[in-house]
């Protein structure tokens, strides 16, 4: 019968406090691994690593690509990145924002009922940040994991709980200060989960495989008379394809048709100006990292001036290479006319 080993919490405003008074009430040799996650602005120097270290007797890190995971250690997932639990390591992941985060509870959650299933407690804290977690929540109960959420009477904020425990349900709503003493008696005594559903995952996990196949459907002309991949040049809408064989057209819900041809060129010129847009964002960003880091360097903050002349240069070497790209035409764009000669 396979132990608790894995503690995943998730947190958002409020949960530095909640967090820091967890896990200085667990002992140091807790037989189990703890991962946070806390919802942080992408661009700040987390501190959260260093704070629960501080607060309680087990070393905390800020996780890195690969970290392994040991019992009687906190992980923290940095800022801008995705915490992925795998068979004994973490995985940081830079994809795609999730309910508007990165890193997402969610995610965390997820990938540890798929790895650990019934050794996963997986808690969730205060926060204001709507249902993220509610998801993940309900993947560690369906593989056979205990599901524990702060009582919203007790939260500083409490839509983030309050809208897991309507959507996920959980084995245990409790106050913070009960916490501790729960978690120590579900580590020792708390036995596997009986009667696990078999769906032992997120539906959201396998939606990339019904995108593939979506994608490659289209690609063999087999989405006639359904919504294709594509979206409407004019609108953004989705597009659906006329049933018909002889021509490839396509319509949006309000109206606007295009031969297949004709699409492809819009196409071109929606990418044209996505990247002449991106270019001028990356030179105001670099533009006005450099207007703080002098300001923070005249207010004698290097630490502060360094950050932003960093983030300076990164805006402007990726608006140099689209610029680059854009004028080789190594964009799928058609190239231009040759210049005259003389």
């Known amino acids: 019968m396979a132990a608790h080993d894995t503690i995943v919490v998730g947190a958002s405003a ?34 959260l690593a260093e704070i629960l270290s501080r607060a309680g007797p087990m070393p905390a890190l800020q996780a890195r690509d690969n970290t392994p995971i040991q019992c009687g250690h906190i992980y923290v997932a940095p800022p801008d990145y995705h915490m992925v639990v795998e068979p004994g390591q973490i995985r940081l992941d830079h994809g795609a924002r999730e309910n508007r985060f990165r890193p997402a509870i969610d995610v965390l959650f997820r990938s540890a009922a798929r790895n650990y299933g019934s050794r996963v407690i997986a808690i969730l804290l205060t926060g204001s940040s709507g249902m993220d977690g509610a998801a993940g929540l309900l993947a560690v109960r369906n593989s056979g994991g205990i599901a524990v959420v702060q009582d919203p009477k007790d939260a500083l904020f409490a839509s983030m709980p309050k809208a897991a425990i309507e959507i996920a349900g959980a084995d245990h709503i ?54 294709s991949v594509y979206s409407c040049p004019e609108c953004g809408g989705v597009l659906w394809q006329v049933d018909q064989k002889e021509v490839t057209r396509f319509r949006c819900h309000v109206g606007h048709v295009y031969y297949a041809e004709q699409l492809l060129e819009d196409q071109a010129e929606t990418l044209e100006a996505a990247l002449w847009t991106a270019i001028r964002i990356f030179r105001e960003r670099s533009t006005l990292s450099r207007q703080l880091a002098i300001r923070e360097h005249n207010r004698g903050n290097s630490s502060f001036a360094i950050r932003y002349e960093e983030q300076a240069s990164l805006a402007e070497r990726h608006g140099q290479a689209i610029l680059h790209h854009l004028l080789n035409t190594e964009t799928g764009l058609f190239p231009p006319a040759a210049p005259p000669t003389e």
Do not use: K
């Open 14 to 47: 409020g949960g530095v406090e909640a967090t820091s008074f967890l896990v200085r009430n667990l002992p140091a040799n807790l037989p189990a691994a703890v991962l946070v996650v806390q919802h942080l602005p992408p661009d700040c120097n987390s501190a």
């Open 174 to 227: 409790i106050t913070i200060a009960e916490m501790p003493e729960l978690v120590q008696r579900l580590l020792a005594y708390e036995p596997r989960a009986a009667n696990v559903s078999a769906n032992m995952s997120d539906p959201l996990e396998h939606m990339t495989n019904h995108v593939d196949r979506d994608f490659a459907a289209q690609e063999h002309d087999g989405r006639q008379g359904q919504t």
